[in-house]
T-cell receptor, first 120, second 110 residues
Framework: GAVVSQHPSWVICKSGTSVKIECRSL??????MFWYRQFPKQSLMLMAT???????TYEQGVEKDKFLINHASLTLSTLTVTSAHPEDSSFYIC??????WGQGGRREAFFGQGTRLTVV | SQQGEEDPQALSIQEGENATMNCSYK?????LQWYRQNSGRGLVHLIL?????REKHSGRLRVTLDTSKKSSSLLITASRAADTASYFC??????????FGTGTLLAVQP
């Protein structure tokens, strides 16, 4: 299957600083990527849909200025958590749509390995 | 946003037994997918069932879908210790935006 790589796998930062998380599709082009957030022992909550070359679409309740998403190329989307606070500590996961999406009914999403953010 | 509930929240079984997880959702869907997540890791796609399908098999996995009840079930047969993980259902719309259920934590005792 297609490979999605997330970097870093974990990061610790001081309160008030910004952190950038990268999501790369390694062997395919991803026009659409998705960013999720997961609290311990909870489900994934969709934060936003990242579209190459255009603005991201945020889910209700997600602060656009807090979580900046940039999808400047067909293989890279970035999520920047600005002015991070301890309550932003979470597991952030990205996914990319199957490059063959829609063909033969393929609707699979490929996920990165996740980034654990701890804000101290 | 979260689509629906999964039950049970946690399930502990012995190796060799079957494990059944249920998922309910709220809105109309294009497809329903099941994913597996090992602790602290990303998700791995297991199986997809389209809204016009009722049952699907893949190896030891069997998925059913009842759109009238807005529910799905995942059956893992002959479970192994390596099946220990969290399992999530996710409903997909026409844009493949996935909304995840609450998840079931499966523990398979050797």
């Amino acid at each position: 299957g297609a490979v999605v790589s997330q970097h870093p796998s974990w990061v610790i930062c001081k309160s008030g600083t910004s952190v950038k998380i990268e999501c790369r599709s390694l062997d395919f082009q991803a026009t659409t990527m998705f960013w999720y957030r997961q609290f311990p022992k909870q489900s994934l909550m969709l934060m936003a849909t990242s579209n190459e070359g255009s603005k991201a679409t945020y889910e209700q309740g997600v602060e656009k200025d807090k979580f900046l998403i940039n999808h400047a190329s067909l293989t890279l989307s970035t999520l920047t958590v600005t002015s991070a606070h301890p309550e932003d500590s979470s597991f952030y996961i990205c996914s990319a749509r199957d490059p063959m999406w829609g063909q033969g009914g393929r609707r699979e999403a490929f996920f990165g390995q996740g980034t654990r953010l701890t804000v101290v | 946003s979260q689509q629906g509930e999964e039950d049970p929240q946690a399930l502990s079984i012995q190796e060799g037994e079957n494990a059944t997880m249920n998922c309910s959702y709220k809105t109309s869907i294009n497809n329903l997918q099941w994913y597996r997540q090992n602790s602290g890791r990303g998700l791995v796609h297991l199986i997809l069932i389209r809204s016009n399908e009722r049952e699907k098999h893949s190896g030891r996995l069997r998925v059913t879908l009842d759109t009238s009840k807005k529910s799905s079930s995942l059956l893992i047969t002959a479970s192994r210790a390596a099946d220990t993980a969290s399992y999530f259902c996710a409903t997909g719309d026409a844009t493949n935006k996935l909304i995840f259920g609450t998840g079931t934590l499966l523990a398979v005792q050797p």
